[in-house]
Every structure is written in structure tokens, then in C-alpha cells.
T-cell receptor, first 112, second 112 residues
Framework: GQQLNQSPQSMFIQEGEDVSMNCTSSSIFNTWLWYKQDPGEGPVLLIALYKAGELTSNGRLTAQFGITRKDSFLNISASIPSDVGIYFCAGQLEENTDKLIFGTGTRLQVFP | GAGVSQTPSNKVTEKGKYVELRCDPI?????LYWYRQSLGQGPEFLIY????????DSGLPNDRFFAVRPEGSVSTLKIQRTERGDSAVYLC??????????FGSGTRLTVV
């Protein structure tokens, strides 16, 4: 099935460092979402973006909806150990469906 | 219930057998989604229900896969003649119009 290109595939950082990951697509999306998934759990929504160029923050998280509507990035500032997990971007292609296309994931490991 | 409940949490079956996976959505949510997540990948869309009807089943990989939601609440994903390639985590999510998904913890299916 179709998946978005997400990079990097994995990151190993020290506590306190900032993190950036991004997602690209060949298709235009109406909505971009960022999720975090912990082992044995389903994805949990972190941030939702609805308009091209939109920049949204949620605590230490900041995400942007690319101007071309084909990309998005997620930044995490001052990382802490509980940020460990897999981060997925997801996009909604059409306005009349709630079907999401997910990225391939970025695995984040934070060392104290 | 408070969240989306999926049972069983783990299922091991022999190749060729039939399996049923159950999803109890959040009470009152009209939309229900099934996704499949293979190891190291993001979730991939299978099917979406609005009420009792399947609004979009374009993600079902073949006719061995079928899902029902007879009373507009609980849904069952049915897989016939299971194959080793069906091994994955099957995620269910529910929502109401205008609200984002809440995912369950998934059913890990292993076909041996």
C-alpha cells in the first residue's frame, strides 16, 4: 500500500537535544498529522495541521504543513527520556474521506 | 468504554485457519477504521465504516479479508485461509465527524 517517505528512519540522541524529522509525498494532502506510538500500543495523535504553511506547537513539539502541501516536519525541543518511541506522519488525501496514509516512521531513542 | 478495545491482544494461528478479530469502539463514535501494521512499517488502511455500512473498503488486500459492523458499534475483521504474510498488528480506531481517530492497542496476529 501507499506510504509516505519519512526521514530519518531512526535517531539516537542525548537528553536535552533538539530533534527534527520530516515527511514527503508525491501527492498533495489536505491535512497532515503527527502521531507517536509506544511499544504494544496504538498511535496517539500529537499535532494536526490543516492549512499550507501552518505552524503549530504543542508544548515542546512544533510541526509545519509545507507550502507545497506535499511535506511536513516535526521538531521536538529539549528531548527527555519519555520522548522515546516511534513517530509517524500521516496525511489525508481528500476532504471527503477520513482515510489516512501513514509514513514509514522515525524511531527515536533518547539517552540520559 | 473509555477507549477503543481490541480482542484478543495476541492471536497465533496455523496457516490456512480462519480468524476473527474484534473491535469495541468508543461508545457513540459513528466511524470505525481498521488498519494493518507490518513490522517496521506504518499502519496501512484496510476499511472504514460509517455506521453499519462500509464507506470505503479499498484497502482490503483480497477476498480472504472481510469486516462487518452489524449494529454500528462493535466490528469484527475476518480473515479466511490465513497465510504467513497476514502476520501483522491489526489496529482499530474510532471517531465522530470532525474529530480525530482514537486507536486501540491492536491485535498482534501471528500465522505459523
Amino acid at each position: 500500500g501507499q506510504q509516505l517517505n519519512q526521514s530519518p528512519q531512526s535517531m539516537f540522541i542525548q537528553e536535552g537535544e533538539d530533534v527534527s524529522m520530516n515527511c514527503t509525498s508525491s501527492s498533495i494532502f489536505n491535512t497532515w498529522l503527527w502521531y507517536k506510538q509506544d511499544p504494544g500500543e496504538g498511535p496517539v495523535l500529537l499535532i494536526a495541521l490543516y492549512k499550507a504553511g501552518e505552524l503549530t506547537s504543542n508544548g515542546r513539539l512544533t510541526a509545519q504543513f509545507g507550502i507545497t502541501r506535499k511535506d511536513s516536519f516535526l521538531n521536538i525541543s529539549a528531548s527527555i527520556p519519555s520522548d522515546v518511541g516511534i513517530y509517524f506522519c500521516a496525511g489525508q488525501l481528500e476532504e471527503n474521506t477520513d482515510k489516512l496514509i501513514f509514513g514509514t516512521g522515525t524511531r527515536l531513542q533518547v539517552f540520559p | 468504554g473509555a477507549g477503543v478495545s481490541q480482542t484478543p491482544s495476541n492471536k497465533v494461528t496455523e496457516k490456512g485457519k480462519y480468524v476473527e478479530l474484534r473491535c469495541d469502539p468508543i461508545s457513540g463514535h459513528t466511524a470505525l477504521y481498521w488498519y494493518r501494521q507490518s513490522l517496521g512499517q506504518g499502519p496501512e488502511f484496510l476499511i472504514y465504516f460509517q455506521g453499519t455500512g462500509a464507506a470505503d473498503d479499498s484497502g482490503l488486500p483480497n477476498d480472504r479479508f472481510f469486516a462487518v459492523r452489524p449494529e454500528g458499534s462493535v466490528s469484527t475483521l475476518k480473515i479466511q485461509r490465513t497465510e504467513r504474510g497476514d502476520s501483522a498488528v491489526y489496529l482499530c480506531a474510532s471517531s465522530n465527524p470532525g474529530l480525530h481517530y482514537t486507536f486501540g492497542s491492536g491485535t498482534r496476529l501471528t500465522v505459523v
